[in-house]
């Protein structure tokens, strides 16, 4: 495996069951993390329904990454219980076992091969059990390629497919790097400050995407930029203290006494 996510990963043999009977992908139990007598996470529920696109936010040190980090499998908590759909438990996993079962994570710095093409590097990530080299040289079939051309198409790269990554703008990187992530189709993305540093053309075609993946894909933000998060957001969550505050539209958590005053009345 490349880059902690990418390669030697055989979803489509390897991956558990989902079951979303109960419209559900994500449930987040009672989970406590703590670190040096610090605690990161306190009691932390959160659910997150299939399909939904979900914002995240709250002041530094909320919580917001060991959360993520406990649904990958980087970290295991204290107490509580991390289920992916209904009988998926995430706790029992390893990292790329998690990857495998469909959840994908992007982190703040794209993780991009700099030195290949954005075609190859979405032949890179691409679902199966080929070992790395097999992938760099053996072709690949016309189903595969008019599956990079449809990620292309997605992440708004197709004219750039024989671009080095390399050479790609700070936002084109984002987006390739979550093109990445498409290639394994995995049902649940979770996405950390997608647009720092981004120009505002840039941020506002990252928020057509991720849009436009809500609903086939289920979708986690975690970003500081309360304009971005208002331009996408359907249903907030305010982290504080490892615990949940407050949840809901952008205005009724805008609005809500607490967060005011420990966040957005900063």
Partial sequence: MIGGRFLGQNRRSAAPRLDLSHNIILYLEGISVSFDGFKALNDLNLYIEAGELRCIIGPNGAGKTTMMDVIT????????????????????????????????????????????????????A?????????????????????????????IGLSDKRNVLAGSLSHGQKQWLEIGMLLMQSPELLLVDEPVAGMTPQETERTAELLVSLSGTHSVVVVEHDMAFVRSIARTVTVLHQGSVLAEGSMDQVQNDPKVIEVYLGD
Avoid at 126 to 148: C, T
Wanted: neutral net charge; aromatic residues 8%; glycine residues 8%.
């Fill in 73 to 124: 499998g980087k970290t295991r908590p204290d107490t509580g219980s991390a289920w992916f759909g209904q009988t998926v438990d995430l706790l029992s996993l390893s990292e790329p076992e998690i990857a495998t079962a469909g959840i994908g994570r992007k982190f703040q710095k794209p993780t991009i091969f700099p030195n290949h093409t954005t075609f190859e590097n979405l032949e890179l």
């Fill in 126 to 154: 691409m679902a199966g059990d080929k070992a790395v080299w097999k992938v760099l040289f053996a072709r690949i079939s016309s189903e595969q390629a008019d599956r990079i051309d449809s990620v292309l198409r997605t």
